[in-house]
Nanobody
């Protein structure tokens, strides 16, 4: 399984960005997914997640501004994070992950980070 994330960039405060993560390879059964953010000098934060059943969760900092979604098509899984009303504090490296469940076990796959820089 390989994950490829893209969509980061430089945006002014108040603007929007959409991050995408494409997962290819064999992912069958139940899988959850989400995005982490690593801001400079701060701990990694789970920004948003979505379960196999479509239940979404957001960090307080992302609520009402970010929307996570997932689409399954043929042999790829697509994960998106729509970010609106961006703030300077949203700056960081965003990494996507997919957690695949098989029975009582699970395995997590990571995409490379994509940098989001929000300027004033």
């Amino acid at each position: 399984v390989q994950l490829q994330a893209f969509g980061g960039g430089l945006v002014q405060a108040g603007g929007s960005l959409t991050l995408s993560c494409v997962a290819s390879g064999r992912i069958s059964g139940i899988w959850d997914a989400g995005w982490y953010r690593q801001a400079p000098g701060q701990q990694r934060e789970l920004v948003a997640s979505i379960t196999n059943g479509g239940v979404t969760r957001y960090a307080d900092s992302a609520k009402d501004r970010f929307t996570i979604s997932r689409v399954t098509a043929m042999n790829t899984k697509n994960l998106s994070l729509q970010m609106n009303s961006l703030k300077i504090e949203d700056t960081g490296v965003y990494s996507c992950f997919v957690e695949v469940y098989s029975g009582l076990e699970s395995k997590t796959y990571w995409g490379q980070g994509t940098l989001v820089t929000v300027s004033s």
